[in-house]
């Protein structure tokens, strides 16, 4: 009797493991018809399978699984259809099942009693059948671009997040280990195009305020050679927002010395030491950045940082060089101008403070005439070059009334 039952049993397990097997067919069949293709059936067959302990360990199942997905996302782009969600959903879908079934496709197969199967030769046997099939499609969504589609989608929804990952997804294709033959790779073309999809997943992850993903995408992106620069400040930016300021200044550091023509980064880091009253360290970054690339935008920072601590003679000498390096510059002229403002706020301070004598203070007060005539001679100069400047016009206005000189004065009123 107890032998009687023990085979039922096994003839149970055995019904129901094809059972399940069976499923794994029908719902192949059913997405592959090629009239009156049934998905929803499909789906629901391969679901079953797909929790079974028989079947949900095979790639083939995986593979089925993720084929009900692309095929009915082929019958959507063969209609012409433009539910750019469902269809992008589709390819999310069919892109993690295969995920799965590739995992597995690469493990050694074994035979119906679980041994591990080996040639003659002594070598494992793969699935690569079900690797290839896969592989084929993944470049047709590559071609087409769905998961762009799909993220442009997003994007309009003001779903930055998913956005970013729909574009990260896509230019991940080509690294899936599934892609990894000469022949696939020669077809998944890494041009200027895919590069900007790799600049737009960070730049969406900012965005979206995903800032440790943004990070990682915007490293990459600087060591490349595509928008590397512009890679460079979003990744500062992406410390500043974190509150970092400690890697912001390491990157504005490191973007410095990678990109020694780029003055954006120095003169945040300026800005950041200026502002935290380290003018010594932002004189010193100056300095090399001027050893590197003597161009006059360092020059003309290095004038105002200098004359900030009234180190005036190297002041000038600095802004005289900034000058000659571009004498139509108005931000070189202007820079200048507030160097002598600086020596008449000096000489001000000085005359008011206490226990100044008349001689002291009278000298001083003409000092201080003095600097703002020179200034005024800057001011006119970038005024002169740039008409159109409401704050140079305004600050040659403030100087005129300052000196006494009101017909110039109201010349620039409002």
């Known amino acids: 009797m107890r032998k009687v039952l023990f085979l ?17 067919t029908r719902a192949k069949n059913l997405c592959l018809a090629e009239e009156g293709a049934d998905f929803d059936a499909a789906r629901s067959a391969i679901f079953e399978a797909l929790e079974n302990e028989e079947t949900k360990d095979q790639a083939q199942t995986w593979y089925v699984a993720g084929l009900i997905e692309y095929q009915d996302y082929m019958k959507q782009l063969a209609s012409r259809s433009e539910d750019y969600r469902k269809m992008g959903e589709m390819v999310v879908k069919c892109l993690d099942y295969w995920t ?18 080996v040639d003659k030769k002594g070598n494992y046997k793969y699935d690569t059948k079900t690797r290839k099939d896969m592989a084929d499609r993944v470049l047709d969504y590559y071609r087409n671009q769905m998961l762009i589609a799909y993220g442009g989608v997003l994007y309009s929804d003001q779903d930055y997040a998913g956005a970013s990952r729909m574009y990260k997804m896509h230019t991940d294709l080509a690294n899936l280990p599934m892609m990894q033959t000469e022949k696939l790779q020669a077809q998944m073309v890494r041009d200027t195009t895919y590069k900007d999809f790799q600049f737009d997943a960070a730049r969406l992850a900012y965005y979206a305020k995903e800032y440790d993903r943004a990070i990682d ?48 980064f120095l003169q945040n880091m300026i800005n950041n030491l200026v502002n935290g009253g380290r003018h010594a360290e932002a004189i010193s970054y100056l300095q090399k950045a001027i050893e590197m690339d003597p161009q006059g935008q360092y020059y003309n920072s290095l004038g105002s940082i200098l004359s900030l601590e009234h180190r005036f003679d190297e002041a000038f000498e600095a802004f005289a060089k900034a000058i000659a390096s571009d004498p139509n510059n108005a931000q070189y002229q202007q820079a200048c101008g507030f160097g002598y403002i600086d020596m008449v706020n000096m000489y001000e301070e000085q005359a008011s403070a206490p226990g100044v004598d008349d001689a002291t203070y009278k000298s001083l007060r003409n000092k201080s005439q003095e600097a703002k005539q020179n200034a005024l001679k800057y001011f006119e100069k970038a005024y002169q070059l740039e008409p159109n400047n409401d704050t140079y016009r305004r600050d040659l206005r403030r100087l005129y009334y300052q000196l006494g000189m009101m017909d110039m004065y109201n010349s620039l009123a409002d």
């Open 100 to 117: 799965v079934a590739d995992s597995l496709a690469m493990l050694p197969q074994r035979d119906k009693k679980g041994n591990v199967i």
């Open 8 to 24: 039922a049993a096994l003839v149970l397990i055995s019904t129901m493991s094809f059972g399940q097997k069976k499923n794994v």
């Open 217 to 264: 995408m915007f490293r990459v992106l600087v060591e490349g050679d595509w928008k590397q620069i512009l890679s460079g400040e979003f990744l500062y930016q992406c410390y500043m927002d974190k509150g970092d300021t400690i890697t912001a200044n390491q990157i504005l550091d490191e973007c410095i010395r990678k990109f020694p023509g780029e003055a954006w």
